[in-house]
């Protein structure tokens, strides 16, 4: 499958390794340093729309940050087809990684720097509403930022869903959707969003990323749903609201912070928020205590359990080994270690290295890989002595820009070339074998605790094909494929010793929802929960290790 286009006079052929993303609207590819997005359904509407912004010289005025459109693509029949832009810097987060408690835990984002990152964004925004620009999809997906030592600074995507000129914002993801325009069945049909609207949405950003839960959150018994909260105005503050304990303290904001919250997510107030209250001072400067990882031991019920390891840090990965035994990667600041457990508790452990935040790992066998973060490297180790021992280096593919690699008990899974391949350590030496085709920088997969099993799927331009490998058999899983305008956000595999669990986070006209299909080991989808018992599993949560009856939990890849 080939698309060949036009950009600027000059013939540009793609391929499916070039490909970034492929979304409800369109399908985005890396072509050196710009980035090409393909309407999956090119109308005029869309085509009067980009020239307006490029001929009436919004775009050469946009602010920096702003990766809009610099030129039209066609087709070979000089149809417009879409648009280049600026490519996201690699290594850059989506918005939403501040409102997660874990990457806060693991990362430990300065206060300062996530504060001056939303002075940013308040006067980028200020600035396209006074070029007569509304964002109206301002979301936490579409907002990212490129973390350096020093600085945050954030990067603005989607820019050709902006409302100006007179055309309409279409989309809206709803959770950032002012409630005032919740009644509007098509956003699409003329402009309704303001610039007020894009404050709403800005505060919600700000709430999010500060406190880790929406304006909206925690529970409350009468009304249940966000919709029914936003529409009652019930917010966080509310005194009936279950506060989440997963969230930052409501204490980490000023009054003057909380009022603001009052007055917009309860009271109903439109203005744009004070750009002083963005200040330092407005804000706790006590530590967050740092959280304690645990390890629980195997119980008979879920409510019962017993402590076996507690760090002051993070808990990295864990894996059971071919032997049974638990082994966990830790870290306490920079240092890196290896914990090996037991029943009892701890037996011992193992210092590895120092780093930053970010590093992934698999174990096989007694055999460590470690991925540094942004790399394509696998160090693999020889970690069943008293001291870790290098046996080789080597090189994985890219998905999205994370390395591609998983390990079962036994095994190593990376991709090399077009190849899945499979490793382990013989007479002291890596060696592998190539066990199924991949496709560059469009595959990806998960390994499974329990058999020599990888499922995972390949991504060719808008088609997600879902595959599975087992006891030496390749099968293909037959799930549907995605409906015309949805987006797969996340995906997630889960597996117990019979079965597994497909999850996928899809995005439709604002909407967020999560499709979930079984299969066996041969591929073949079943419509309820396997009856065959599945056996105790390990698994963990914001740094908390549980041994439990195995349940389909899906761990957000």
Same mark, same amino acid.
């Given at each position: 499958?080939?698309?060949?286009?036009?950009?600027?006079?000059?013939?540009?052929?793609?391929?499916?390794?070039?490909? %970034?993303?492929?979304?409800?609207?369109?399908?985005?590819?890396?072509?050196?340093?710009?980035?090409v997005?393909?309407?999956?359904?090119?109308?005029?509407? !869309?085509?009067?729309?980009?020239?307006?912004? =490029?001929?009436?010289?919004?775009?050469?005025?946009?602010?920096?940050g702003?990766?809009?459109?610099?030129?039209?693509?066609?087709?070979?029949?000089?149809?417009?087809?879409?648009?280049?832009?600026?490519?996201?810097?690699a290594?850059?987060?989506?918005?939403?990684?501040?409102s997660?408690?874990?990457?806060?835990?693991?990362?430990?984002?300065?206060?300062?720097?996530?504060?001056?990152?939303?002075?940013?964004?308040?006067?980028?925004?200020? !600035?396209?509403?006074?070029?007569?620009?509304?964002? $109206?999809?301002?979301?936490?997906?579409?907002?990212?930022?490129?973390?350096?030592?020093?600085?945050?600074?954030?990067?603005?995507?989607?820019?050709?869903?902006?409302q100006? $000129?007179?055309?309409?914002?279409?989309?809206?993801?709803?959770?950032?959707?002012?409630?005032?325009?919740?009644g509007?069945?098509?956003?699409?049909?003329?402009?309704?969003?303001?610039?007020?609207?894009?404050?709403?949405?800005?505060?919600v950003?700000?709430?999010?990323?500060?406190?880790?839960?929406?304006?909206?959150?925690?529970?409350?018994?009468?009304?249940?749903?966000?919709?029914?909260?936003?529409k009652?105005?019930?917010?966080?503050?509310?005194?009936?609201?279950?506060y989440?304990?997963?969230?930052?303290?409501?204490?980490?904001?000023?009054?003057?912070? /909380?009022?603001?919250?009052?007055?917009?997510?309860?009271?109903?107030?439109?203005?744009?928020f004070?750009?002083?209250?963005?200040?330092?001072q407005?804000?706790?400067?006590?530590?967050?205590?740092?959280?304690?990882?645990? =390890?629980?031991?195997?119980?008979s019920?879920?409510?019962?359990?017993?402590?076996?390891?507690a760090?002051?840090?993070?808990?990295?990965?864990?894996?059971?080994?071919?032997?049974? /035994?638990?082994?966990?990667?830790?870290?306490?600041?920079?240092?890196?270690?290896?914990?090996?457990? $037991?029943?009892?508790?701890?037996?011992?452990?193992?210092?590895?290295?120092?780093?930053q935040?970010?590093?992934?790992?698999?174990?096989?066998?007694?055999y460590?890989?470690?991925?540094?973060?942004?790399? /394509?490297?696998?160090?693999?180790?020889?970690?069943?002595?008293?001291?870790?021992?290098?046996? *080789?280096?080597?090189?994985?593919?890219?998905?999205?820009?994370t390395?591609?690699?998983?390990?079962?008990?036994?095994?190593?899974?990376?991709?090399?070339?077009?190849?899945?391949?499979?490793?382990?350590?013989?007479n002291g =030496?890596?060696?592998?074998?190539?066990?199924?085709?991949a496709?560059?920088?469009?595959?990806?997969?998960?390994?499974?605790?329990? *058999?020599?099993?990888?499922?995972?799927?390949?991504?060719?331009?808008?088609?997600n094909?879902?595959?599975?490998?087992?006891?030496?058999?390749?099968?293909? %899983?037959? %799930?549907?494929p995605?409906?015309?305008?949805?987006?797969?956000?996340?995906?997630?595999?889960?597996? *117990?010793?019979?079965?597994?669990?497909?999850?996928?986070g899809? !995005?439709?006209?604002?909407?967020?929802?999560?499709?979930?299909?079984?299969?066996?080991?041969?591929?073949?989808? !079943?419509?309820?929960?396997?009856?065959?018992?599945?056996?105790?599993?390990?698994?963990h949560?914001?740094?908390?290790?549980?041994?439990?009856?195995?349940?389909?939990?899906? %761990?957000?890849?």
């Amino acid at each position: 499958m080939i698309k060949n286009i036009v950009i600027n006079k000059q013939k540009i052929t793609l391929d499916p390794a070039q490909l %970034i993303q492929s979304g409800g609207e369109g399908m985005v590819f890396g072509v050196g340093d710009t980035a090409v997005k393909l309407y999956h359904q090119p109308t005029t509407q !869309r085509t009067a729309k980009l020239r307006c912004l =490029l001929d009436s010289g919004l775009a050469a005025q946009m602010p920096e940050g702003i990766l809009g459109p610099t030129a039209l693509v066609m087709n070979q029949d000089g149809r417009v087809v879409g648009f280049q832009m600026p490519r996201l810097p690699a290594g850059s987060l989506p918005l939403k990684k501040l409102s997660n408690p874990h990457f806060w835990q693991k990362n430990k984002p300065p206060l300062t720097a996530i504060l001056d990152l939303f002075q940013q964004i308040h006067a980028t925004l200020a !600035r396209l509403h006074q070029l007569g620009i509304v964002v $109206g999809d301002l979301n936490d997906h579409n907002l990212y930022f490129t973390p350096h030592a020093s600085r945050f600074t954030p990067l603005w995507i989607d820019v050709d869903s902006y409302q100006f $000129g007179g055309y309409p914002c279409p989309v809206a993801l709803q959770s950032f959707l002012d409630p005032a325009l919740y009644g509007v069945a098509d956003l699409g049909k003329r402009p309704y969003f303001t610039p007020l609207t894009d404050w709403y949405a800005f505060t919600v950003l700000l709430v999010k990323s500060l406190l880790q839960v929406h304006p909206y959150g925690g529970a409350h018994k009468q009304y249940k749903s966000l919709l029914a909260r936003a529409k009652a105005g019930v917010s966080v503050l509310d005194t009936a609201v279950t506060y989440p304990q997963s969230a930052r303290p409501l204490n980490t904001l000023s009054d003057e912070v /909380r009022h603001q919250i009052h007055l917009i997510f309860e009271q109903g107030q439109r203005h744009p928020f004070p750009v002083q209250l963005l200040a330092s001072q407005h804000f706790s400067h006590q530590p967050v205590s740092a959280p304690t990882s645990s =390890l629980q031991s195997p119980v008979s019920n879920l409510q019962s359990s017993k402590l076996l390891l507690a760090v002051n840090g993070v808990i990295e990965h864990v894996a059971i080994t071919a032997h049974g /035994r638990i082994w966990a990667i830790v870290r306490e600041e920079a240092d890196y270690r290896l914990v090996r457990l $037991g029943v009892g508790g701890k037996l011992d452990e193992m210092a590895l290295f120092k780093g930053q935040p970010g590093y992934r790992f698999g174990i096989f066998d007694h055999y460590l890989a470690i991925n540094p973060p942004q790399g /394509r490297q696998l160090l693999i180790l020889d970690i069943g002595g008293r001291q870790p021992q290098k046996v *080789t280096m080597i090189e994985t593919a890219l998905f999205r820009e994370t390395a591609v690699f998983a390990a079962t008990s036994q095994h190593l899974y990376r991709i090399a070339g077009t190849w899945i391949m499979r490793g382990s350590v013989q007479n002291g =030496l890596y060696v592998e074998d190539a066990i199924a085709t991949a496709h560059r920088n469009q595959t990806c997969f998960w390994a499974s605790p329990h *058999t020599e099993t990888l499922a995972g799927y390949h991504r060719i331009f808008d088609e997600n094909r879902f595959f599975l490998i087992h006891d030496g058999g390749s099968y293909d %899983i037959p %799930i549907p494929p995605l409906a015309q305008g949805e987006s797969l956000v996340e995906t997630a595999v889960t597996f *117990t010793s019979h079965a597994l669990a497909i999850q996928l986070g899809i !995005r439709h006209k604002g909407q967020m929802r999560t499709d979930t299909y079984l299969a066996d080991l041969n591929g073949q989808l !079943r419509a309820n929960t396997p009856t065959l018992p599945p056996p105790n599993v390990l698994f963990h949560s914001e740094g908390m290790l549980h041994w439990e009856p195995a349940q389909l939990t899906f %761990i957000p890849h």
